[in-house]
């Protein structure tokens, strides 16, 4: 199983990828924890990253590809991989298509989690975190029973700054201008499969497990291989015989 996770911020990509991990034990690959560790663990790709971001720099996707291509060698990869976070943009696209035609290890399918953007703005503005143990609430969908306070901890829960309204609005714009393309990529090769994301997780979950299935059980391409064409014998060059103790060509 090879699949692209799509979805906006906030669409719940990263609690499927979870949960597609511990049903069928392939590996989640976030380009984002595959930076961190590469940069952690001085690299040599990470250590390129690094010099890119300390200079205020996107990191290159020539870059993010070849962790990939790393992170794709372990052996709990070869059972298939979940991509989330990447890729962003049509040239990342194509880029990484051809590199895991490569490899022999082609996405199958793309699966997107659509989510309305007004639903969206109401799960990202109401996140609360708690300082203390980390916990998260939604003060629309699933509140404190105190006021900012945490039910587990008792500890204060924080309004993140990336969760305040403009700073969604520019996210989800973005991912309007970049991302969202990304699906008629994949529905131009047919690999598109679309999940309504406003559903209970689990709904969403049993939804994408269906997918899977029903693109496991499709047969592999087969790729017939054409014969080469009988090589000709090569004219022999007009000329004199050669003399004595030489070989032809000498």
Known sequence: MRIV??????SGKGTQAKKLVEKYGIPQISTGDLLREAVAARTPLGMRAKEA?????????????????ERLSAPDAGKGFILDGFPRNIPQAEA???????????VQAAILIDVDFDVLMQRLTGRRTCASCGAVYNIFTHPPQLDERCDKCGGEL??????????????????TAQTAPLTEYFRRQE????????????????AIDSIVAAVEQEPAPVVEAKPKPEAKPEPKPAGRAPSAGMEPGE
Do not use: C, W
């Open 191 to 206: 690999k598109l499969f679309t999940v309504d994301g406003v559903s209970d997780v689990e709904d969403v979950f049993d």
């Open 96 to 106: 990484l298509d051809q590199m895991l035609t490569g490899l022999g290890m082609p």
């Open 158 to 175: 924080r309004h993140r700054a990336d969760d305040r309204e403009e700073t969604i609005a520019n996210r989800l714009r973005g991912y």
């Open 5 to 10: 996770l799509l979805g906006a911020p906030g």
């Open 53 to 69: 971001m300390e200079a205020g720099q996107l990191v290159t996707d020539e870059i993010v590809l070849g962790i990939i291509r």
